[in-house]
C-alpha cells in the first residue's frame, strides 16, 4: 500500500501541467510509411482517418470509444482498439511535434512521429 501511494504522490506533479492537444489534429507518420490524420476529442478518444496503409484500408474513417489517449506533462500515449497498438512518445516544447515507438500485441515495433495542423 505504501508504493502505491508514493507512486500517486510522484505522478501528481506531473498530471495536469502538460499540454492540452483536444480539440487538435494531426499528421502521423509511421516509419513504414503508413499515414494517417488523428483528431483527439476532449473526452481522451479519437478519430482517425487512414491515408496510407499498408494493410489495404486507406481512406477509412475510424471512431471509437477504444481509441484513447492520455497526456502527462509532455509524455503522450495514444491507444488504438483498447491496446493493440500502443503509440508512446514525447511532443516538443512548441507543441507542434511528436514522437516515438508504437508496438502492437503482435509484437511489431516501428518509430513514429508526428506533425500538428494548423489552420
Do not use: C, H, R
Not at 12 to 20: N, R, S, T, V
Not at 47 to 59: A, D, E, H, R, V
Not at 95 to 114: H, L, P, R
Request: proline letters at 1%; zero cysteines; a negative charge.
Amino acid at each position: 500500500m505504501k508504493k502505491v501511494i508514493l507512486i500517486i504522490l510522484l505522478a501528481i506533479p506531473f498530471l495536469g501541467f502538460g499540454q492540452d492537444i483536444s480539440g487538435t489534429g494531426w499528421k502521423l507518420t509511421e516509419q513504414d510509411g503508413d499515414k494517417m490524420i488523428i483528431l483527439f476529442e476532449k473526452d481522451k478518444t479519437f478519430t482517425y482517418l487512414n491515408i496510407l496503409s499498408q494493410s489495404g484500408n486507406s481512406g477509412e474513417l475510424f471512431s471509437d470509444e477504444d481509441d484513447t489517449w492520455m497526456l502527462a506533462g509532455d509524455n503522450i500515449i495514444i491507444s488504438f482498439s483498447n491496446g493493440y497498438n500502443i503509440f508512446s512518445g514525447q511532443i516538443n516544447s512548441t507543441g507542434d511535434y511528436m514522437s516515438g515507438t508504437m508496438v502492437n500485441k503482435n509484437g511489431k515495433s516501428e518509430s513514429w512521429s508526428a506533425i500538428l495542423i494548423k489552420f
